[in-house]
């Protein structure tokens, strides 16, 4: 059962922009935090955007200025505008959820989504 799905990942040229989406089947009540995290060639997973349930927004310094992190909660959707790409974004980019229920915490990844910014 997948409880998070991203789509709009592909191919852009450098300078160029696309919109990340997550479907969100949570309950989006119990959510403490949603969020996009990537993960480089090479590289560790890193955030780029994590918005808390009160809904201050923290990015990544590589993303500040350039990408922005919305939801619509009635259509439990989460995204993830990217503008002014640039070939270090290329990456898989992950959609992620922090959930509470009776007490505990629960975390949930999607099963990521290629973006590829080319030269």
């Known amino acids: 059962q997948k409880q998070l799905v991203e789509s709009g990942g592909g191919l852009v040229q450098a300078g160029g922009s696309l919109t990340l989406s997550c479907t969100v089947y949570?309950?989006?009540?119990?959510?403490?935090?949603m969020g996009w995290y990537r993960q480089r060639p090479g590289k560790q997973r890193e955030l780029v955007a994590v918005q808390i349930s009160g809904g201050t927004t923290t990015y990544a310094d590589s993303a500040k200025g350039r990408f922005a992190l919305s939801r619509d909660v009635n259509k439990a959707m989460v995204y993830l505008q990217m503008n002014s790409l640039k070939p270090e974004d290329t990456a898989i980019y992950y959609c992620?959820?922090?959930?509470?229920?009776?007490?505990?915490?629960?975390?949930?990844w999607g099963q990521g989504t290629q973006v590829t910014v080319s030269s």
């Open positions: 992620h959820a922090n959930q509470r229920v009776n007490g505990l915490e629960y975390d949930y």
């Open positions: 949570l309950s989006w009540f119990s959510l403490n935090q």
